[in-house]
């Protein structure tokens, strides 16, 4: 049986065993679709590439390794217990 590590999930959260991922501001080029594309070759940068998460795009990656789906919405004190860190980080 797995044992969540402490640092899995914010101190005092009630979401233990998941493993977080916060990003913020404009991320550029956030697309998986495979190892060839988008590349170095690509020409251009297209809107639909572009993430804006603002103050918080959550992710839970066991659930979602690729990080397509923000969970900020789902999980508003997992999110602001991972911007306290950040906060207190910078």
């Known amino acids: 049986e797995r044992k969540p590590a402490s640092s899995d999930s914010p101190p005092g959260s009630s979401a233990r065993g998941s493993l977080w991922k916060i990003l913020t501001g404009t991320i550029e ?3 998986y679709t495979g190892p060839h594309f988008p590349n170095r070759s690509t020409d251009f940068l297209s809107g639909r590439f572009v993430r804006h998460c603002g103050d918080g795009c959550l992710f839970d990656l066991e659930a ?3 990080e397509a789906i923000d969970v900020a919405h789902k999980q508003p004190q997992i999110l602001k217990q991972m911007r306290e860190m950040l906060e207190r980080a910078e």
């Open 64 to 66: 979602d390794p690729l």
């Open 29 to 31: 080029q956030d697309v």
